[in-house]
């Protein structure tokens, strides 16, 4: 079934990027498949290392969303969650000299961070549980697309 989601996340993508439906149909449809919504894949951000380029996301299907109370994730000391996260999906493809490309096509010298970016106050102070949101960030190791890490 997650396969399925999964195919049925990046035909939204695509069918909103064509105009076949409107952003809003495809917020609708993706509510309905609890995998598909983004809200929790949005507190990550792909940070560029080198500062000789910016490598901005081609694809940001977070930069408008709203924070909501169903998307903060409350754990316990011992608890764990844990996130799949495919670099090859179009949320990760970044911008290289005006192409979309993805981060493994890059040269080896071009290496990213992945972090963890919780909502800024301001956007939580509406939240029920906004005293248990982390402020902080916590970026990974740094890593090349083709899976070379720090």
């Known amino acids: 079934?997650?396969?399925h989601v999964r195919w049925l996340a990046k035909?939204?993508?695509?069918?909103?990027?064509e105009g076949i439906i409107t952003k809003d149909q495809g917020a609708a449809i993706?509510?309905?498949?609890p995998d598909v919504q983004l809200a929790h894949a949005c507190s990550f951000a792909l940070e560029p290392v080198s500062h000789e380029a910016s490598f901005p996301l081609a694809n940001d299907p977070c930069q408008d969303l709203?924070?909501?109370n169903d998307h903060v994730?409350?754990?316990?000391?011992d608890d764990k969650k844990t996130w799949e996260i495919d670099f090859a999906e179009p949320r990760w493809q970044v911008i290289d000299k005006d192409q979309t490309v993805e981060t493994g096509s890059l040269p080896w010298h071009n290496r990213f961070r992945?972090?963890?970016?919780p909502p800024a106050?301001?956007?939580?102070?509406?939240?029920?549980?906004k005293e248990l949101i982390w402020h902080g960030y916590l970026p990974s190791r740094a890593f090349h697309g083709q899976g070379r890490v720090d």
Do not use: D, F, H
Not at 11 to 17: F, G, H, N, T
Not at 30 to 33: I, Q, V
């Open 1 to 3: 079934m997650i396969k």
């Open 11 to 17: 035909e939204v993508e695509q069918w909103c990027a």
């Open 30 to 33: 993706k509510g309905r498949y």
């Open 66 to 68: 709203p924070v909501a």
């Open 73 to 77: 994730i409350t754990l316990s000391p």
């Open 114 to 117: 992945l972090v963890y970016r």
């Open 121 to 129: 106050r301001e956007e939580a102070t509406r939240l029920a549980n």
